[in-house]
């Protein structure tokens, strides 16, 4: 079970007296249990957010705690508390905006998709985008990480998966979808959705990832908590991780914020 801190929300026909006994030092934190879509996590919530008491959160939280903070509370820099920050939900999140990018391919084109995993960290990802890719050429270090998947994939659906330890070999794809960082920085002269923190720069570069079409009625957030950190928790570190249906609707193109579904697709003239 993962914990969030957040402000407390006004509770409606809430007192002065009552606001001023709950901000009491004593009265600052109320912690409850919350469910999203079956998956538990435990809610501290503060009643004095611009003065957390961030002794007894650390103590509430404990030793080791995965914890995800609102933004709306100040946090100051040896507390105590390290905040949670999602790494394979960024990941599903670039692979998801490249697949959306991939719909713009028409009727009986094969497009080539680059994928640079130097660590090769995800092979999974090769089966989701053949979905809209015709053929696959990924950039991987570790080669051996990929090769059970590539051939499961040509034996099931005949779908080809390349394999290259050379970053160049990516020129020509249509766009390319970078997973993980390498050594040092790669340059692909591709358009690139970027997951954060793969030190990958393409032409252009597509980062900062805006999640949506996610919710449900009845689905809820804690105050000033990010929906990509919140989704991210729930779905790494939950217990028993729900089902949740990813879009992309913005996102940063070469440093400037952009909406993904009116970005056009250099399409590579030369097909295989």
Not at 56 to 71: D, E, F, I, N, P
Not at 93 to 121: H, I, M
Not at 124 to 149: D, F, N
């Amino acid at each position: 079970m993962f914990v969030v801190i957040a402000p407390a929300e006004p509770e409606k026909g809430e007192t002065l007296r009552q606001r001023l006994l709950y901000r009491a030092p004593w009265n600052r934190v109320t912690v409850e249990e919350k469910s999203f879509r079956g998956c538990r996590y435990r809610l501290l919530s503060v009643r004095s957010p611009k003065r957390p008491p961030w002794r007894k959160l650390r103590a509430l939280v404990g030793t080791g705690g995965r914890v995800v903070v609102s933004s709306q509370l100040p946090m100051p820099s040896g507390c105590g508390i390290i905040p949670f920050r999602p790494a394979l939900f960024q990941v599903r999140l670039a692979v998801t905006a490249a697949g959306q990018l991939l719909e713009r391919v028409k009727p009986g084109e094969r497009a080539v998709v680059g994928v640079s995993d130097p660590q090769g960290l995800h092979p999974w990802c090769c089966g989701q985008l053949l979905e809209r890719g015709g053929m696959l050429r990924v950039y991987t270090q570790k080669p051996g990480r990929y090769e059970e998947e590539a051939q499961r994939l040509l034996e099931e659906t005949g779908a080809l998966v390349q394999l290259t330890q050379d970053p160049r070999e990516l020129r020509g794809c249509v766009l390319s979808v970078a997973l993980s960082a390498g050594e040092t920085q790669t340059r692909i002269p591709t358009m690139v959705v970027a997951a954060p923190d793969t030190r990958t720069r393409g032409q252009p570069t597509i980062t900062d990832l805006t999640v949506s079409g996610w919710r449900r009625p009845g689905d809820w957030i804690p105050p000033g908590v990010e929906e990509e950190v919140f989704l991210g928790a729930v779905t790494e570190l939950g217990a028993r991780p729900p089902r949740v249906e990813l879009g992309v609707d913005q996102c940063r193109l070469d440093g400037r914020r952009a909406r993904l579904g009116d970005m056009p697709v250099p399409w590579p003239e030369k097909r295989f």
